[in-house]
Every structure is written in structure tokens, then in C-alpha cells.
């Protein structure tokens, strides 16, 4: 599949459920959290239902009737984009969104699911008039810090933070564009 067979959209409310899923079974997977199946996070990436009651829960599907396997409901990917501040934002500030719980099913890795699902929540930043998209990341997620670069987004180590001690976040930020070409800066 290339990425023009990749569609990102809201997650309907029937999809929240396995987005929930897919978001936590990718983090445990992963080994991102370091309590396993215990770590206090974990509900957190499940619920997907309360964070698209506070943001957008996007999704990334193939094409109808793709055979190659994937995530609960065909998902392949979901992230959460946070573009007006409230109980979701970890970093962004004023005139910043940010987006959080990036996943994607290893059975759809690179196949170009992470990038589309980053570029749409740039899109939707660029279209609220925000000037920069701020993120965290773990230390370790190295794959997203590489696609974060070649995306054009730059560490803010002064933006750096702990949710949690010994758990430091580094953070990420990408300086927006508008029309006529103007980019905003820090």
C-alpha cells in the first residue's frame, strides 16, 4: 500500500473502543510502559471515548477489503490531535496544538500510517490558525523522533518535562506556515 491508499479521519464513535485498544496494545507492545500491564498509564491510552470528549481521536484505515492484516476494526493507526488547549494539552500553550498517543499496528509499519496520521493534525493546526504544534515523546521512541524530523518538527529541550519522576518527556515543536508564506517563530 502507498500512503494515497491510507485515509485519516475522526474515529467514528462505534471505533473509539479499538482505538482505545490499538493505542494500548501498541504501547504495550512496544515495551513503552514500564509497569506492563500494571503502569497506571495504561487506562489512560485506552480511553479513547473521554479523549474525543476533550480533542480529535483520528484514525488511519487502508482500503476496502485490503487483505493485509490489522488493528482492531481495520484500523491501522490512531492519534489524538489536541488543538484548543483543555484538559488534553500537556505543552502546548496560547497559540500552539499539539498532538499525543501516536500508534500504529506493527503490521502496518512503514507503510507511511505514522506520517499521514502527523500530517493531518498539522493540517487541522495550520487551519485553527495555530503557529507552532508542540509534542512529547519518550527518550526511546526513536522511529516517531525520525519521522518527527524529517516532518521538520525540533527538540525544545527547554520544553521538556516529567508527568511522572525519572519519567522525562522530550519535547518537539514545528513552526507553522499560514498562507502567503508566512512562518511564525518562537
Request: hydrophobic share 45%; with cysteine.
Amino acid at each position: 500500500m502507498d500512503t494515497t491508499d491510507i485515509t485519516v479521519r475522526a474515529a467514528a464513535p462505534a471505533e473509539l473502543d479499538a482505538a482505545g485498544e490499538l493505542v494500548a496494545d501498541t504501547y504495550l507492545a512496544d515495551g513503552l510502559l514500564d509497569l506492563g500491564p500494571a503502569d497506571p498509564y495504561l487506562p489512560d491510552l485506552r480511553d479513547a471515548r473521554t479523549r474525543a470528549a476533550h480533542a480529535e481521536v483520528l484514525v488511519a484505515t487502508g482500503p476496502a477489503g485490503e487483505d493485509a492484516p490489522h488493528g482492531p476494526h481495520g484500523l491501522l493507526g490512531c492519534v489524538t490531535f489536541v488543538g484548543a488547549g483543555g484538559p488534553l494539552a500537556e505543552v502546548a500553550g496560547p497559540g500552539e496544538a499539539e498532538f499525543r498517543m501516536l500508534a500504529v499496528t506493527r503490521a502496518a509499519r512503514g507503510r507511511g500510517v505514522g506520517e499521514a496520521l502527523v500530517r493531518a493534525c498539522l493540517l487541522r493546526a495550520r487551519r485553527a490558525g495555530a503557529r507552532r504544534v508542540v509534542i512529547s515523546s519518550q527518550s526511546r521512541m526513536h522511529t516517531a523522533h525520525r519521522l518527527y524530523g524529517r516532518l521538520g518538527f525540533v527538540r525544545a529541550p527547554e520544553r521538556d518535562w516529567e508527568p511522572l519522576p525519572g519519567l522525562r518527556l522530550h519535547a518537539f515543536a514545528l513552526e507553522l506556515a499560514h498562507e502567503g508564506g508566512e512562518q511564525h517563530n518562537i
